[in-house]
């Protein structure tokens, strides 16, 4: 079976707060870079590779039950505001899908599709993993007024991972720095640990987040 070109307006994110709790989020706080680098062996992180190559503005993905996906770009058809692009940004393995990042007017956002049966899951970002493969975290750069706090912030969402179904258990909202984005991410020991980068001035700042949960 082939899928064509998948339109954003016709991908309706629907998530349920769970009934668990979860203790406390904490503002992002800057740390030296090698403990970065120590902390990042033997993590959970996205894979960048080159199994599946973009051509002639299509992505082909083949799944182990023999169907197919076929992701074309939509160039701007009826008109600009639906111009949609979309690129391989890479597999998660421990969750085996593959993650394709989608770049539509005003927004992008990014769709995890099951290696073996297509089943596909929609989020901001690419999420990152607690170590057990329970529960995922997203953070998403918002340049919008959309909270109280001045933009842009970042935007923090929780789910809890059920057979690959991502289902929203807490979320919180920090300011975040002028023309930074987060270039790298990991969860362990339960902290998440991020390389942020100013393009501007060509900065980076390694940071991490607190999460206590209770399991």
Excluded: C
Excluded at 39 to 60: F, H, P, Q, R, T
Excluded at 123 to 138: M, N
Excluded at 170 to 184: G, L, R
Aim: net charge negative.
């Amino acid at each position: 079976m082939i899928k064509s070109t998948i339109l954003a307006f016709l991908l309706v994110l629907s998530f349920t707060l769970a009934a668990k709790d979860i203790n406390f989020i904490s503002a992002p706080k800057e740390i030296a870079k090698n403990i970065y680098l120590e902390n990042k062996l033997n993590s959970s992180v996205l894979v960048n590779n080159k199994d599946v190559i973009k051509k002639n503005g299509a992505i082909e993905l083949n799944f182990k039950n023999r169907s197919s996906w076929i992701i074309a770009d939509n160039i701007g058809i009826p008109n600009g505001d639906y111009k949609q692009t979309y690129d391989y940004a890479g597999s998660i393995p421990d969750l085996n899908v593959f993650v394709i990042k989608v770049n539509s007017y005003e927004n992008t956002s990014y769709l995890l599709i099951n290696k073996d049966t297509g089943a596909l899951n929609i989020l901001e970002e690419a999420p990152i993993l607690s170590e057990d493969k329970k529960i995922a975290l997203s953070l998403f750069i918002n340049i919008y007024d959309q909270h109280d706090i001045s933009p842009p912030t970042l935007d923090v969402k929780l789910f809890d991972v059920q057979d690959q179904n991502f289902e929203l258990i807490d979320s919180e909202v920090f300011p975040w720095k002028d023309n930074y984005e987060i270039i790298e991410s990991y969860w362990k020991n339960g902290l998440i640990y991020l390389k942020t980068h100013n393009e501007h001035d060509d900065t980076t700042v390694y940071e991490t987040i607190e999460i206590s949960k209770k399991y």
